[in-house]
């Protein structure tokens, strides 16, 4: 999510900087001051470029928020060592790396990635808890994914609340594996 926020940050500062200086050009291109073919090019430049900034700004925007909804209602919290995402049996990201991952009944949030269920068709389908896993299949009837993400040993009463917010929140009932 902070890499999110960054994004958003810097985006916020682009659209700024770009609408000031569509401001100016505007300004001066009206006063006269210099070369108004010059000043209008630059115009014509500098607004397009404001506008995508800021279009993009709005998407990313609302990433963050549907990345603070996720962590709010979050089901589970996991501080992951790695994670797999596979489509339709094929391997197609992993992130080696440590990172904060959140389920909810909204989607499950992979640092900066987000998963929406319920949105567009994508369900979230079953849930697979392993001894140092959980394995999320989620999509349409059409394309299915499958997330695996690593993680600490619960103890049994830990699990039984895992389960049972998982249940409660989504409608899934998640399938114990003892391996």
């Not at 800021?54 to 996991?78: D, G, M």
Request: include cysteine; hydrophobic fraction near 45%.
């Amino acid at each position: 999510m902070a890499t999110i926020r960054k994004k958003v940050r810097l985006l916020a500062f682009v659209a700024g900087i770009g609408a000031a200086v569509s401001i100016c050009l505007f300004i001066i291109s009206i006063s006269e001051l210099y070369f108004e073919a010059y000043t209008w090019t630059l115009l014509y430049v500098s607004i397009p470029m404001t506008l995508i900034s800021i279009i993009v700004l709005i998407r990313e925007y609302k990433r963050l928020k549907i990345a603070e909804v996720i962590i709010e209602n979050q089901i589970l919290h996991i501080r992951s060592a790695y994670s797999l995402i596979a489509d339709s049996g094929e391997t197609t990201s992993s992130y080696p790396e440590r990172m904060d991952i959140f389920i909810s009944n909204f989607g499950i949030l992979l640092d900066a990635k987000i998963i929406k269920f319920n949105q567009g068709g994508i369900q979230l389908k079953a849930v697979e808890i392993g001894r140092d896993f959980i394995s999320l299949t989620y999509g349409t009837d059409k394309r299915m994914q499958k997330t695996w993400l690593l993680r600490m040993h619960m103890d049994d009463r830990e699990l039984a609340d895992v389960v049972e917010k998982f249940r409660y929140e989504t409608g899934v009932v998640p399938v114990i594996n003892d391996c």
